[in-house]
């Protein structure tokens, strides 16, 4: 039986020392804040902007929450992130995604300062992390790096494998495996022979938005397996990319969903977010 990756414990942990660090810019007079804006009213994004805006109380950040209506149009979404990116207590935005179909993302996130950008989606950011010189990490990718060292698994020189070829999780994810010395395959709809690659990973991870895609035959005994995945099950109930009872036998550690990656990934929004203020600050 696989460890279970403690996603929750890891946060928890992140979190009290991002408490500590908020708590000395503090004393000194400055409050790490970030904006976030949401617009329409997706169900899911709602969740996700609720749960940032707690993350950032429970850490001491400040935060402010702009809530535009669905028929917001292109012009006046960017003249908002033109205003928070002047705004001088606000030190990271974060635009939730997806936008309304009449919005171009891409022009979104382009006019977000790149010293601002927690999400780290801006094109200057993602350069940066194609040559290794980031100041922020793409959370949900950041996140699963944290939780291999919290559990002391060693990438270097390690078989990794990535399903999934996504700018937010995929890509990103592929970049930091290898920074970290792994020898990395990335994975997605059109690789043949899927199952053989996946068989080949010392480190696994699945970011494909498929109910219990990876099973046990997908993967190799003692895998390390990270899954990202977030979906409903037959009976509506949350699980990952991984059917987790099958493959938990057959793994050295296991991500479980959830309670593994996705604690993770506002933690790291509000590790960026410090790191954003600390810049501004230094
Ligand atoms: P996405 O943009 O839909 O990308 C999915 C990727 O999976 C694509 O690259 C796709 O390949 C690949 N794929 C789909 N079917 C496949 C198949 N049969 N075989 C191999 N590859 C296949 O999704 P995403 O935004 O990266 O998210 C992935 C999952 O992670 C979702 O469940 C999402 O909810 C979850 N997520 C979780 C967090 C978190 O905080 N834990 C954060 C972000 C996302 P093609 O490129 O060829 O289409």
């Known amino acids: 039986m696989a460890v279970i990756i403690d996603g929750k414990a890891v946060s928890l942990s992140c979190r ?6 908020v708590a000395k810019m503090a004393a000194k007079g400055i409050v790490p804040g970030l904006a976030v804006v949401i617009v329409g009213d997706n169900p899911a994004s709602r969740t996700y902007v609720n749960n940032k805006k707690k993350g950032c109380a429970e850490v001491g950040m400040y935060s402010e929450e702009y809530a535009l ?9 960017l003249e908002l992130v033109e205003k928070l990116n002047n705004k001088e207590d606000i030190h990271g935005i974060l635009v939730q995604l997806p936008l309304p179909k009449h919005i171009d993302d891409k022009a979104v996130i382009a006019a977000i ?3 601002k950008d927690v999400d780290a989606f801006h094109t200057e950011n993602v350069g940066r992390i194609m040559i290794g010189e980031y100041k922020f990490l793409p959370c949900t990718p950041a996140g699963v790096m944290e939780l291999l060292k919290a559990y002391n698994i060693d990438v270097a020189g390690k078989e990794c494998v990535v399903i999934g070829r996504s700018n ?3 890509k990103p994810m592929l970049m930091l495996l290898l920074q970290a010395n792994g020898t990395v395959t990335i994975c997605h709809s059109r690789t043949k022979d899927l199952k053989e690659t996946t068989r080949r990973a010392d480190i696994l991870v699945a970011a494909i938005g498929k109910a219990k895609f990876v099973g046990a035959d997908m993967v ?13 099950d037959e009976n509506g109930k949350l699980c990952g990319d991984v059917d987790f009872e099958a493959v938990k036998d057959k793994a050295s550690y296991i991500t479980p969903v959830p309670g593994g990656v996705g604690p993770m990934t506002i933690t790291m929004l509000l590790k960026n977010t410090l790191e954003a203020c600390r810049d501004e600050n230094k």
């Open 16 to 21: 009290e020392k991002i408490k500590e660090e």
């Open 69 to 77: 209506p669905e028929e917001t149009t292109q012009e006046e979404l």
């Open 113 to 115: 300062s790149p010293q």
């Open 168 to 170: 937010i999780v995929g």
């Open 220 to 232: 190799k005994e003692g895998a390390v397996v990270i899954d990202v995945g977030i979906n409903r």
